[in-house]
């Protein structure tokens, strides 16, 4: 098995595990995270319903920042997706990094979303 198989299996069977645990609801919804090497996107799920609330990414067309994959861009999605939220009048949210490490543009995705008033 090469190192890229590898690293894929073991990142899926981390989300399993972490679905397992964790669930989104209409008052407290899934904040769902996945990045690709140039972008990073996020959407807040309610998983009662099976509906997304809010969704946001580094490739939409408002997107200020020239580059979609650093961490800026991950702090400002971070910001969008609060934004939206608190548009919903939702304030509360289960963070679900998606088997990926807490490090660098997941966490700053995370803090962007805490500085515009998200509670995790």
């Known amino acids: 098995m090469d190192l890229k198989t590898k690293k894929r299996l073991v990142r899926e069977k981390k989300k399993r595990r972490i679905r397992g645990i964790i669930s989104g609801s209409a008052e407290r919804p899934r904040l769902s995270v996945f990045k690709s090497a140039k972008h990073i996107y996020v959407q807040a799920i309610d998983d009662e319903q099976g ?19 650093n961490r800026a861009a991950a702090k400002e999605v971070g910001r969008m997706i609060a934004e939206r939220l608190q548009a919903e009048s939702v304030k509360e949210v289960v963070f679900d990094r998606n088997g990926f490490i807490y490090h660098g543009r997941i966490k700053e995705l995370a803090d962007g979303a805490r500085e515009a008033g998200l509670k995790f």
Do not use: H, P
């Open 51 to 69: 509906r997304t609330m809010a969704a946001a990414s580094s490739v939409e067309k408002g997107f200020t920042l020239a580059s979609g994959g």
